[in-house]
């Protein structure tokens, strides 16, 4: 792996922290496994996930995360080739009921934000007993820098994207497979990670030639969805911005927001944090939403959090697994839906 990109103290405790929530989030998602939507009698989550083992290293328990390199090792590619995953994924859907899916979903974490850096510099301690409740900081050279609300992408954190975006490349390559359906967090250092990976591949710029978009001569538009941000509540950096202002930004590059996005950040608290077992649950309420309205659509690719890859780690009950700032992991995910 690239020296740019590695794991850090907070990066293992974002993957390895709260492991009571974990059955605490089985026990609340079966709860629901009855509900209905009072208005069309229909079950609201009829689709329950679990991971297909035997496609990706990090899926194995044998697998260290503390120093898995992801791009030395082809993303995780356990099978022999890129081929090998595409046909047994098309195998798994020709040969499934007609209630199960089988996707590959790619979960994207941003490149390290100026929140990450913040973190680094005062430490895990104190970013979590006070700088996290603020929005940034002075050095004592007079650099003054922001992580609140919404922080950017840092310098360093383009650079790790950048040589993500080399390594798709060099995946794309030998053979792996293109997500037909891109997603993102509704924070500006994920929806940037996706550009920045994707640049000129799968995403292209208002004004540039679809042609450019080089693998399949049309663009890619994003779907931002609020299932996919961060832990909500009491850190600033987990505040989002407005609609209007990150559409100033993204809305050239294709993004589109989902029905209903409000203009401000209606869930953030300053005196709350979400739990990982609440977490799990937006994570799952975000693959019923994928299962049910793609099923066409094999592979998907989502830029998110290090918090909200773990949600979906919980959601899916894949071993925990340590993503470091522009880390990604792919999962290859079975789907059931339960009868209505």
């Known amino acids: 792996m690239t020296k740019l990109i590695s794991v850090n103290e907070c990066d293992v405790q974002d993957a390895h922290s709260n492991l009571d929530q974990i059955e605490l989030y089985s026990t609340k998602r079966a709860k629901l496994d009855n509900e209905r939507d009072p208005k069309t009698g229909k079950l609201t989550r009829p689709w329950h996930f679990e991971v297909v083992p035997g496609f990706f290293k990090q899926d194995d328990e044998e697998t260290d995360d503390a120093t898995f390199d992801f791009i030395d090792e082809h993303f995780g590619l356990k099978l022999e080739s890129w081929k090998d995953v595409i046909e047994k994924v098309k195998e798994l859907n020709a040969n499934a009921k007609k209630n199960e899916e089988y996707k590959l979903i790619f979960f994207a974490r941003h490149g390290q934000g100026f929140h990450n850096m913040g973190v680094e510099l005062v430490g895990l301690k104190d970013w979590d007993n006070y700088w996290s409740k603020k929005c940034g900081m002075t050095l004592e050279d007079g650099t003054k820098f922001t992580w609140g609300p919404d922080p950017k992408l840092s310098p360093l954190g383009r650079k790790q994207v950048s040589a993500v975006h080399e390594a798709v490349e060099a995946e794309i390559k030998r053979g792996m497979p293109l997500p037909t359906k891109f997603f993102s967090s509704p924070f500006t250092r994920s929806a940037s990670t996706l550009v920045i990976t994707w640049k000129d591949l799968l ?138």
């Open 203 to 340: 995403i292209c710029k208002d004004g540039d030639k679809e042609a450019e978009s080089k693998l399949l001569g049309e663009r890619m538009h994003p779907l931002v969805k609020e299932d996919l941000r961060e832990t909500i509540g009491l850190h600033m950096c987990d505040k989002r911005a407005k609609k209007s202002d990150f559409l100033k930004v993204f809305k050239q590059w294709g993004f589109t927001v989902e029905d209903g996005f409000p203009e401000e950040d209606i869930y953030h608290k300053d005196e709350w944090r979400e739990p990982l077992s609440e977490q799990s649950l937006r994570a799952d309420n975000f693959l019923q939403f994928l299962y049910e309205n793609y099923p066409n659509d094999s592979t998907v690719y989502t830029a998110s959090h290090a918090g909200e890859i773990r949600a979906f780690i919980t959601a899916l009950g894949h071993r925990q697994f340590t993503i470091p700032t522009a880390g990604l992991i792919p999962i290859v995910v079975k789907g059931t839906r339960a009868e209505d």
